[in-house]
């Protein structure tokens, strides 16, 4: 089967600027999630949906961040304005259901200057 | 919130020497998984633990998931150099919650 797609693998962007990710999971997992991975740490949950509908985005930072999954397949994560301590490696990840094990994709690595 | 630590945070070993290293959770926990990231790759998932006390083993790597549900090892026998990167556990909350990723332990094996 193929495995999670994400796009783009890395972005440069200055302080203020706006960027987006996207994520297709794969065929048929009904949940997709929005990960952010700072250098030495795990990863830590921003967003989860489970087909379009959001079931956990109470550590997105909701001034800055956006996420949606409109047809309840890919999705697109945005962060408007960006901060510097926003660099990190932003993964997706899907799964057959909530608890289900987790694939991640190859993940976004941002840095913002 | 739920808190899951790791330790240790590093682990350095003659290649063919042992390797542990544990989870533990602030609370009672569903199921546990283990993922293992390679340097410049993203985690891959080795193993879910459900029941207290599982045991649970895949080749030279053994896993135990804890009486109390509230903790796990991972134990490599025999380290090769394929193991190095850093492995992560993830504990699922009893109440149907999100995992919580703990923030590994990297291991390097030198030859």
């Known amino acids: 089967e193929a495995g999670v797609a994400q796009s783009p693998r890395y972005k440069i962007i200055e302080k203020r600027q706006s960027v987006a990710f996207w994520c297709n999971p794969i065929s048929g997992h009904a949940t997709l999630y929005w990960y952010q991975q700072i250098l030495g740490q795990g990863p830590k949950l921003l967003i989860q949906f489970q087909n379009n509908g959001v079931v956990d985005d109470s550590q997105l930072p909701k001034d800055r961040f956006s996420a949606e999954r409109l047809k309840g397949v890919d999705s697109t994560l945005k962060i408007q304005p960006a901060k510097l301590e926003d660099s990190a490696v932003y993964l997706c990840a899907s799964s057959s259901g909530s608890g289900s094990p987790l694939h991640f994709g190859n993940g976004t690595r941002l840095t913002v200057t | 919130g739920q808190q899951v630590m790791q330790i240790p945070q590093y682990q350095h070993v003659q290649e063919g020497e042992d390797f542990t290293t544990y989870c533990n959770s602030s609370?009672?926990?569903?199921?546990i998984q283990w993922y293992k990231q390679r340097p410049g790759g993203h985690p891959v998932f080795l193993i879910q633990?459900?029941?207290?006390?599982e045991v649970k083993k895949q080749k030279r790597l053994t896993f135990q998931f804890g009486e109390a549900k509230k903790n796990s090892s991972l134990h490599i026998t025999a380290t090769q150099t394929t193991d190095v990167g850093t492995y992560f556990c993830?504990?699922?909350?009893?109440?149907?919650?999100?995992?919580?990723f703990g923030d590994g332990t990297t291991l390097t094996v030198k030859p």
């Open positions: 609370t009672t926990l569903s199921n």
């Open positions: 633990l459900v029941k207290s006390g």
């Open positions: 993830a504990g699922r909350g009893t109440n149907a919650g999100k995992s919580t």
